[in-house]
Nanobody, 111 residues
Framework: VQLVQSGAELRNPGASVKVSCKAS????????IDWVRQAPGQGLEWMGR????????KYAQKFQGRVTFTADTSTSTAYVELSSLRSEDTAVYYC?????WGQGPQVTVSS
């Protein structure tokens, strides 16, 4: 099982960012993909999850209205898009499923 994520991103406040997570080594549609982030000096924060089989999503209340999870079964890739970015969104963003997590790219929000 392997999850390979896209690279580090730098965004201005108010912008959006989209992070990818390409899965391999297992049947993509059989397991949820969870999204978790960790801000500097903070603990892990669960953002929500997507069921790649049917695209069903569950968002943590804190992020509702600002985050979108999608999954492309043709490429076994999941995505998280976060909009209206603010400095507090600066964090490492991980995807997770059965097995090892993705490497977690740094997303930095700064003017």
């Amino acid at each position: 099982v392997q999850l390979v994520q896209s690279g580090a991103e730098l965004r201005n406040p108010g912008a959006s960012v989209k992070v990818s997570c390409k899965a391999s080594g297992y049947t993509f549609i059989n397991y949820y993909i969870d999204w978790v982030r960790q801000a500097p000096g903070q603990g892990l924060e669960w953002m929500g999850r997507i069921d790649p089989e049917d695209g069903g999503t569950k968002y943590a209340q804190k992020f509702q209205g600002r985050v979108t999870f999608t999954a492309d079964t043709s490429t076994s890739t999941a995505y998280v898009e976060l909009s209206s970015l603010r400095s507090e969104d600066t964090a490492v963003y991980y995807c997770a499923t059965v097995g090892p997590w993705g490497q977690g790219p740094q997303v930095t929000v700064s003017s």
